[in-house]
DNA sequence: GAGCCTTTGAAGAAT
DNA sequence: ATTCTTCAAAGGCTC
């Protein structure tokens, strides 16, 4: 029973044996200590996916230095032992797996990441994708990820596409009303005040990879943006793109057209250099359908409005 | 295995 | 101050 003072057990709770393996032993103490917990499942190929329901959420990661490979010698081990007691009745010492420090320090998005991704070793990735501290998620994301099941089981959408999926959310994510998109955001503003307390050196650009090239080009900021000129006051007449903060379709499209008649005029020495609109008006139409020029016909509203009003500068 | 597609929002870089 | 890019999630698809 008492593992420290039987002089057949060894420090772990372990019957000392006459065979001499004493490397199959774990390197620290399994069990009868603070923070660790009971190993539920008599299973010597545990499964950490199923500690899950033992663990209070929010934080229920798997450790980072728990591996199965180097511990299942260990497990092995605390299994028979498990076994023998329990032939006599319930055992007292039954065996603990450790609840390390590092657990606790993982947010919810990235305990996530570890159970989805099986039981591999962080430490063995190599810096990939998911070792690294993700982006909280963002209101929209979090509806996404609430209602993508839902939807998915609905009539007619169980055949979607993960992106069809994403557009169908996205258009209700638009009609839906402020005070339910308020539960999101309030769900959003906690899961970044959780992220900040817990990675508080964290910040956006330590997720920029820095291996993929800019495409920011600023001899695309040919005219002044839909947002910009039309103004505050009249901000239904934005596109959806200045209300989304992004590249004004404007923008995108003047940019196609400049680019186009760079390259028309650097084909076209003879002709005059000036600026003229006939140009303008066919290239949208003339490039390869884009989706600036797709988005062109559904936006035309939206720059109707803006060309009605003085329209975009060229320079 | 990496990257694309598709959505919105947030962060941060660039101007 | 404004504009623009990138990245968060999902999973099927292509290379």
New binding site residues.
Partial sequence: MDSKQSPTTNRVGFPQTSSPHPQILPPLPLNLLPGMLPITQYNQFYNFSRMAPMITPPFLPVPAIFNMQTNLMAMQAMTSQLNATSQSGFPTNIPMVPFPEAMKTMSS??I??IL?TGQQDPANQNH??EN??????????L???DN??TI?GENGYSEM???????E???R??ELSNEE?QK??EM??IE?EQHKEKYPE?????????????????A??????????L??ENKSKWC?????????I???IL?EISQTHNEKTAGETSNDSTENSSSSKTTPSDSSPN?VSITLQSQSGSLTNSEKEGGPEID
């Fill in positions: 998005f990235q996530d990441t989805s990939k994708k690294r501290i993700k982006k909280p998620l963002n209101a929209f994301m509806y996404l990820k993508r099941k998915s596409t993960s992106f069809e999926i994403n557009k959310l996205g258009r994510w638009r998109k999101y955001f959003a503003k970044k964290w910040s956006a650009k330590d997720n920029i990879n820095p291996n993929k090239p800019k495409k920011y080009n600023p695309q900021k040919v005219g002044k943006m839909c947002r910009a000129q103004g505050e959806q793109y200045c209300l989304r903060r992004q590249k004004c404007v923008s995108r940019s989706q």
